[in-house]
């Protein structure tokens, strides 16, 4: 059974900074694009940030380039989101997706 499981939101004041996790089993990780969406209230789902099976590349929305960091584990089968300068328009549901599979979300608010 696939699974993926976020973790690591919360609530974080603007400028600060915030991890999120992705555990991840039930299938080979290691050969799978791994994907942060994240979706606001009223809003689309976009794609945050993408990183390849070996980690070697990595790509992200404008919004987070030079602020957020996708990186992965492929021993432990985890996938990361450092997320640093957090602003209040990055308030949203975080979803860690690989292909078809996708985990419940874990909620980011920044707010003062």
């Known amino acids: 059974q696939v699974q993926l499981v976020e973790s690591g939101g919360g609530l974080v004041q603007p400028g600060g900074s915030l991890r999120l996790s992705c555990t991840t089993s039930?299938?080979?990780?290691?050969?799978?694009?791994m994907n942060w969406y994240r979706q606001a209230p009223g809003k689309e789902r976009e794609l945050v940030a993408s990183?390849?099976?070996?980690?070697?590349?990595?790509t992200y929305a404008d919004s987070v380039k030079g602020r957020f960091t996708i990186s992965r584990d492929n021993a432990k089968m985890l996938v990361y989101l450092q997320m640093n300068s957090l602003k209040p328009e990055d308030t949203a549901m975080y979803y860690c997706?690989?292909?078809?599979?996708w985990g419940q979300g874990t909620q980011v608010t920044v707010s003062s």
């Open positions: 997706n690989a292909a078809l599979f």
């Open positions: 039930g299938f080979t990780f290691r050969n799978y694009r």
């Open positions: 990183i390849i099976n070996t980690g070697g590349s990595t």
